[in-house]
């Protein structure tokens, strides 16, 4: 039982620790040059050059999402001894699936944004709508 809380209290800790950088990380556009987050010829541009930015902040997000993961079912552990109640299992339920978005949203960052610099580079309207697919469809609807 310490030893579950000792790594579950170190995941959140981890989990905190990435959700700070990764805003710091995101935060960077507008001291770059970026204002607008949400216009695609800035997003596309952003991504073009400062890709490693774009892509750290996509694995700094699948880091949560195992830190994530790590703390709520050590959480989970603790608080459910020696039966978990319904209030702790929708809990657990609901800590699971915010760390599944944020694997999703990083594996949506680690996976498009290369794709993307390929299709811009063919044309690039075609990037640009690209970039729309990966937000709508990938960041609006699974996330």
Not at 52 to 81: C, H, K, N, P, R
Request: aromatic share 12%; glycine share 8%.
């Amino acid at each position: 039982m310490k030893s579950t809380a000792r790594f579950g209290g170190i995941a959140l800790i981890l989990f905190a620790l990435a959700f700070v950088a990764t805003f710091v990380l995101e935060s960077m556009r507008v001291p770059l040059g970026f204002e607008d987050g949400d216009n695609p010829e800035q997003s596309v541009a952003f991504i073009k050059q400062h890709g490693d930015i774009y892509e750290a902040s996509g694995t700094l997000q699948i880091f949560m999402m195992v830190a994530m993961t790590v703390g709520t079912l050590a959480i989970a552990a603790i608080l459910g001894q020696p039966t978990p109640s319904l209030a702790i299992k929708a809990i657990t339920a609901f800590g699971l699936f915010a760390a599944f978005a944020y694997f999703l949203s990083g594996a949506l960052r680690l996976a498009a944004a290369r794709p993307l610099l390929f299709i811009d580079s063919l044309q690039h309207d075609w990037g640009l709508t690209a970039y729309l697919i990966v937000q709508m469809v990938g960041v609006q609807v699974f996330v």
